[in-house]
């Protein structure tokens, strides 16, 4: 008997009764399902942080404002600007591992053009953010030194602001867009860096501060929300960041034991660190799902030892009309591996579908890869292998003889 | 004897089981050939050993003393695959409760034993055609044995005992489960197979049916006690019953 005619008895057996194959299966696919359902979430989520490391740009360091003590009280991080122009300039002029620097202000407002409007972050800043952000135009230019100095009234478009302000033959370049009211002319559209970070309009640092958020400015015309830093090489990070520590020190007059008032990050190692942590949960699911799969595969054994002794005189009839011993094992191990393949194929399915339905309502971004799948698929085969030999060894056990007398 | 080897041969054969320290023989000391192209019953009353002689006969089971030869083989010799193979090739069993598997049609299981011979389903079910049409059952060939009569399922299982060609054809009771004018139908259907030179050998405690066959081994105990062939001008008689 060949594997073939192994899988066609199989199949015949199972077909006969429907429900029961199906509850017997159904450990596998709960299993099989919850397995592709954990990877396609972690993998997800993975992916939009690594989306995200990408985004910020490689060798980044990222310079937020720290605790601020007031009267002896202590402020929430970031409550006060403490972060100026100048010292932007400093780290530019005093270290030589910064490659590149910009301070930025940002703020929300409706960008309006023509008939459409969207609700967007504006950000201030100079034509530095997009060096330390390795972000490339699509059309257009940077802001020129003028317009930086001068508060020039221009503006460069994230690739989503372009797309809802504009149809899609529309050139946006020297348009005329309109931010609180303020007419400004579309000079560059970045390139697409992805959905998180393509929804922003970038307006000319002085430009920000004189029209939209420099109001209310906390302290100084000068200060800025953060700076971002680009490092050259890979391994001075470390000892740029202590730089950069000291020079702020110094340059804040913060007193020797006393808590900065900012903070340096590592943006990517941050991340990068959240992303194993992400790893971790996700394997540990997974472990936690593969139970559901021995669960489904013991399940699997005792039906099919129930149903050998069932089917104790077929399998005297198969015997006596000439099936070898191993044509009865292979016989009810393709039975096991059938309904443990079967059982696979729909939990693949219902994790694909459950996973889609988790983004759609959660707004979970989730990846399927083939590798969970064929991992999951991998594990139903070797369940079945596991648990469809005992009953699958018994049955080719039995005396042909003894087999035939019973009922 | 021709100078080949009789089809079967016993020589001495003894069968003891032994359960829970308890030895119980059920066969001792039988000896007898048969030749091809016989036709053969094996009578007496229940427990004579008439269905552990058929057991060896068919390589279901091995005898504990002498020996059981197949074609001039020791079947002893044969490892259970090969007995295995060997009863798909070369036994054809019929069975008192006809022993079709419920859940396949007729021409299924006429042809089930070809899947234990290697043999691709289009073939399979084109013999399992013949060998129904042989016993005019192919107008059933479609329908699950509970959907047949008692004497309808039979024929069926002769068509499957058939279909390999077997060397010889090992029918226990046969007529056992039938009523006594489909019972002689199947007799009948054997005589005729007998007739195209097909080797029967038959299990029987009936009188009537082992009289229709050429040759009649009795059993008593386990032990032969006669083996009768009557004369030549008998089976003429039998054959228009």
Known sequence: ?407 | MTASPPLISLQSVGRTYRTDGVAVTAVRNVSFDIAQGEIVAVMGPSGSGKSTLMNMIGLLDLPSEGAVYLEGADVADLSEDRRSSLRARSIGFVFQSYNLLARHDAIENVALPLVYCGIGRRERLARAEASLQAVGMLHRAHHFPRQLSGGEQQRVAIARALIASPLIVLADEPTGALDSRTGAEILALFAALNRTGQTIVMITHDPGIAAQCRRTIHLHDGELVADETPAPALPKRSAAP
């Not at chain 1, 530019?92 to 490659?99: A, K």
């Open chain 1, 1 to 407: 008997m060949t594997m073939l005619q192994g899988f066609q008895i199989a199949l015949h057996a199972l077909r006969l009764n429907p429900l029961r194959s199906f509850l017997t299966m159904l450990g596998i696919v709960i299993g099989v399902a919850s397995i592709v359902t954990v990877f396609a979430i972690g993998s997800g989520a993975q992916l939009r942080l690594q989306e995200q490391i990408r985004s910020i740009g490689a060798n980044v360091l990222m310079i937020t404002p720290g605790a601020v003590y007031q009267g002896g009280v202590r402020l929430k991080d970031g409550s006060k600007l403490t972060m100026t122009e100048s010292d932007v300039q400093a780290i530019l002029e005093q270290i030589p591992e910064v490659q590149a620097a910009a301070g930025s202000i940002a703020g929300t407002a409706q960008v309006i053009h023509e008939g459409k409007n969207w609700n967007t972050t504006i950000n201030g800043t100079t034509t530095g953010h997009f060096m330390v952000r390795d972000w490339q135009l699509a059309t257009g230019r940077y802001f020129s030194g003028t317009e930086e100095a001068g508060a020039g009234k221009v503006v460069i478009l994230g690739s989503t602001v372009a797309r809802e302000l504009f149809a899609p033959g529309d050139d946006p370049i020297g348009a005329q867009i309109r931010i609180m009211k303020v007419p400004l002319e579309v000079v560059g559209v970045l390139d697409r860096k992805g959905p998180a970070q393509d929804d922003v309009a970038f307006v000319p640092l002085a430009t920000a501060k004189l029209r939209f958020l420099g109001s209310a400015s906390n302290i100084n015309r000068d200060s800025v929300a953060y700076i971002i830093a680009k490092v050259a090489g890979d391994g001075q990070m470390a000892g740029s960041r202590s730089e950069i520590e000291n020079l702020l020190r110094q340059r804040h007059r913060v007193p020797a034991g006393q808590e900065d008032d900012f903070k340096v990050q590592d943006p990517a190692a941050a991340m990068e660190a959240q992303q194993g942590a992400i790893r971790t949960v996700a394997l540990l699911l997974v472990a936690i799902a593969s139970v559901s799969l021995l669960v489904g595969g013991i399940s699997i054994m005792n039906v099919m030892i129930v149903s050998v002794t069932e089917r104790t005189r077929e399998i005297g009839i198969r015997r006596a009309l000439g099936g070898r011993m191993r044509d009865i094992r292979l016989q009810f191990l393709c039975e096991a591996l059938v309904l443990c393949l079967l059982g696979g194929a729909i939990g693949v399915a219902g994790g694909v579908t459950l996973s889609m339905t988790v983004a759609r309502m959660a707004g979970w971004v989730t990846s399927i890869d083939g590798q969970a799948i064929g991992l999951a698929l991998a594990f139903s085969i070797a369940t079945g292998l596991i648990f469809g030999f005992y009953p699958a060894h018994k049955a080719s056990k039995l005396s042909p003889i003894e087999a035939l007398k019973t009922e």
